[in-house]
């Protein structure tokens, strides 16, 4: 059985937070949940994945966040309790169907998860998703600890239930990849089957209807502003003339500094777990006790506003700071002793801090990049357009997945990527307004996620690039999660359908279509001339299984390469494809056959064919 | 600060660290000490440097400041001097002293410190450095994945953590897998003893 589904009331499991969250929403008695993988919520899905594969519990991945919502939409709308789950640039993909589900509201509870990422550990930009509460009008719930995390699924399904609208959960990376003892809770029964009456006056979102949802909404969000004043997860501890305002992570790191600074007896702090909308009359009594107040929140200043708001609206002219020089930064994520430092300083307290060892006289290390996977096949698909493109002037867009490890030296593949899908979106415009050779890549699932609009495009208006697909059968940079095009008989799972990347190509009337197998390095420098050579869209699919994954199934492991005397250490197999098996041992290349997977591309391109398969 | 003890983990992807903080994690639940921990992975499938934080005691946050490691673990010995900006003047660091060079270094992008070198930097900066070849350990124990049992062996020999080597051992016996667990507790042992003699 599913640890996540132990049925021991009381008892206490390490969770990290993501399977916390898990646990919370098997404890509300979620019966579907959908998402789209995204660093760092991903291990809420695989833990609903499995638990799924041994339950009643339905889960999906689907194409991308926005059809994942609108699944949850439906089946929270039939009244059954669904959970979406989305890393936080995933918001920006789910918003269109977000904005108006917000008016319809829902019947049975749907929690929209959010993972945000302050300093983009895995992510394009550290947006503060709080802000699509308001934007919205929905409400927002954040934990601040692991423990937390877990206890507020359950009362976030009822408070969904109670205003019927979708309730924003929204996190941090430190909440997501924390571990902590937690303590289980009954688990309520599931109850997977509802049914949808029909009600179009009120379902579908013509401007007539829409306009009097927009009312409804409008309510709702006064009946949220009265929950939030009462909520158990907005409250105030300790006593003093000091005041401290914070969320989410932060309010673990206050506790901390107000413990170590011994100025308990000095600070009230009021932690708000119910960002949207904010406690208004809480605050105000809050903001009357205090002589000064410090807002702690990673990210934008989200609460510090509304709170001077308040201040103005009660008459309070009492310092209010957050955001600022020698306080906080909008910028990445706080630690403790930086939250304690901003604390000691604004309230006038001393602290002692260790110094930090000198670090001056420490030699420059080595960057230890990450580095796609020995024998990994996009590095041959790289290497193969690098060769093909010999002699053009050539811009790559890219796009999000292993492969945007690309851009990095010596590969050099990937000059522009701003979101998912961007790679053909982009090639449109800069083949439309450069001489310059467009060649773009993009992976199966961000294929499927968001590439085929810009592919539709391409072929409409007629322009002029190279697509090259990745197609490594997996979804492989969040930890190989299926996708529309993976065989999922692999996985031993049944009930699956299987899109080929290459028929829907056809089927959109691309002119040009290769498909090659990267390992095969002279073929598939042919055919990639070729399709370089083509005016209009010329589509390349790269198709050879992720390697690492493909490790899952094989059952002996290909033939190591070695290095032969023959080698002559022109080293165009470490310069040129930068395989992480080479190494330098007395300045001669060798080859750590422990890592090496036998692609045999490094055999291919060494000029005097030193690469050899070791003998069995 | 005093019932609060920080520990931080560096190591390179697939060196095993993870199942070393799950260790202790359940060590520390033997033990009845509150634990919480965090972690990073830069894409540790590729190759890519990991970091855990443990914060053993009453403390909320899971992560630790630079400057505030009472000790500092490492498993490969570049990424330990790299960590050595989580150090203070009472910090005890430990690490393996085997290298796995990045790839950086093979393409020219950079050069490997000097290990003698780097040992001299981190004794003479921090309270104590406790430095061993925990492959060669691995490997006379059985099994050179036994990397992250060594240097278990050598933190808990320090006495810095509040938990004890047979809480540590139970926790090896629940958390691994059955047939490994004879080679992991040598690994434990060998790594005590190197500690030990330092
Ligand atoms: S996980 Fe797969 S796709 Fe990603 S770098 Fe490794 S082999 Fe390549
Ligand atoms: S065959 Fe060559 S390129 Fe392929 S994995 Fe082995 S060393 Fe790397």
Redesign the interface.
């Known amino acids: 059985m599913h640890k996540l589904l132990t049925d021991q009331p009381g008892a ?1 499991m ?1 969770l990290l937070g993501n399977e916390a969250i898990a646990r919370g929403a098997i404890e509300a008695g979620v019966a579907v949940a959908t998402t789209y993988p995204g660093t760092p919520s991903s291990e809420i899905s695989l833990n609903f994945f499995q638990i799924s594969q041994e339950s009643s519990l339905y889960f999906e991945y689907s194409t991308n966040e926005k059809v994942s919502l609108e699944v949850a939409a439906a089946t929270a709308n039939a009244g059954v309790r669904s959970m979406c789950v989305m890393k936080h640039v995933g918001m920006n993909v789910a918003a269109d169907a977000l904005m108006t589900l917000a008016y319809v509201g829902v019947k049975g509870g749907l929690i929209i998860l959010t993972a945000d990422d302050p300093f983009m ?2 992510s394009q930009n550290e947006q503060d998703n709080r802000y699509y509460g308001k934007l919205s009008g929905l409400p927002i719930l954040e934990p601040s ?2 423990e937390e995390a877990k206890n507020m699924i359950p009362y976030a399904f009822e408070l969904s239930e109670s205003l019927q609208e979708p309730v924003i959960f929204r996190t941090t ?2 909440i997501n ?5 937690v303590t289980l809770g009954p688990i309520r029964e599931r109850v997977c089957k509802g049914d949808f009456a029909k009600d179009p006056f009120n379902y579908v979102t013509v401007p007539a209807v829409s306009r009097k949802l927009h009312v409804k909404l409008l309510a709702n969000l006064e009946k949220a502003a009265e929950q939030t004043e009462t909520s158990p997860y907005n409250f105030v501890s300790g006593s003093g003339s000091w005041g401290i305002i914070c969320n989410g ?1 932060s ?3 206050i ?2 500094a107000v413990r ?1 600074l011994g100025i308990h007896d000095k600070v009230k702090i009021l932690r708000i777990g119910f960002s949207h909308p904010m406690p208004q009359k809480m605050i105000k009594t809050f903001l009357g006790s205090c002589e000064k107040v410090l807002v702690v929140e990673e990210g934008e200043p989200y609460m510090e506003e509304a709170i001077k708001a308040f201040a103005q609206e009660a008459g309070l002219t009492l310092p209010i700071n957050g955001k600022g020089k020698d306080l906080f930064s909008r910028l990445y994520e706080f ?4 939250v304690r430092q901003v604390v000691a300083g604004y309230f006038g307290v001393s602290c002692q ?7 001056s ?13 020995a024998g990994c096949s996009h590095r041959a698909t790289f290497y193969a357009v690098k060769k093909a493109a010999e002699g053009l002037a050539t811009i790559y867009p890219t796009d999000i997945g ?1 492969y945007t ?1 690309g851009f990095l ?2 590969l050099g593949m990937g000059d522009f990527l701003i979101c998912m899908g961007s790679s053909v979106g982009t090639s449109c415009g800069f083949s439309k307004v450069t001489d310059k050779k467009v060649v773009s890549f993009i992976g199966d699932s961000t294929f499927f996620h968001s590439g085929i609009p810009g592919l539709v495009n391409a072929i409409f208006n007629n322009h002029n690039f190279t697509f090259v697909i990745l197609d490594n059968g997996i979804t492989a ?1 969040t930890g190989h999660q299926p996708n529309p095009g993976v065989d999922m008989s692999l996985m031993k799972l049944q009930g699956y359908g299987r899109i080929s990347i290459e028929a829907v190509v056809r089927a959109l009337g691309v002119p040009h279509i290769s498909v090659i197998q990267p390992y095969k390095v002279k073929k598939s420098i042919e055919a990639l001339r070729e399709a370089f050579s083509f005016k209009g869209v010329s589509v390349v699919i790269a198709q050879e299984m992720c390697t ?1 994954y493909a490790k899952g199934f094989k059952k002996t492991k290909s033939r190591a390469y070695y290095v032969s005397d023959k080698c002559r250490n022109h080293r165009d197999c ?2 040129q494809l ?1 395989c ?1 098996a ?3 041992e007395e300045e001669k290349v060798k080859i750590n056959p422990t890592m090496c997977d036998g692609c045999a591309v490094c055999a291919q391109i060494c000029p005097e064919n030193a690469i050899l398969p070791v003998k069995s | 600060m005093s019932d609060i003890t920080r520990l931080i983990i560096v190591a390179v992807g697939g060196q095993g660290n993870l199942l070393a903080s799950s260790v202790l994690g359940e060590a520390a639940l033997l033990a009845g000490i509150p634990l919480r921990m965090s972690e990073i992975h830069g894409m540790a499938q590729r190759g890519g440097v990991v970091e855990s934080a443990l914060v053993f005691g009453n403390a909320q946050s899971t992560i630790i400041s630079d400057g505030e490691a009472d000790v500092l673990l490492g498993f490969e010995p570049s990424e330990t001097l790299r960590a050595l900006n989580k150090c203070n003047a009472r910090t005890v660091v430990i690490t393996n002293l085997s290298p796995l060079p990045p790839f950086t270094v093979a393409i020219g992008k950079g050069v490997y410190p000097d290990i003698g070198e780097l040992q001299q930097i981190i004794r003479e900066k921090t309270a104590r450095l406790i430095a061993m070849n925990a492959v060669d350990l691995a490997k006379t124990a059985g099994n050179v994945l036994s990397v992250n049992m060594v240097l278990l062996g050598a933190l808990i020999q320090t006495g810095i953590l509040p938990v004890t080597a047979d809480h540590v051992i139970t926790a090896i016996r629940t958390k691994t897998k059955a047939a490994f667990v004879d080679i992991n507790t040598r690994a434990f042992d060998l790594g005590v003893e190197a500690a030990l003699r330092q």
């Open positions: 206490t390490v550990f895995s600890s692991v990376t430190r990849h924390s571990t902590a003892p992570v309010y673990a790191y506790t901390d170590d630690n403790p002793r930086l801090v260790e110094p930090i060892v000198d670090l006289n420490v030699p420059e290390i080595p960057q230890r990049p990450p580095n796609l996977c292993c490890l030296p010596p940079m690492l470490i310069s930068a992480p080479f190494f330098l």
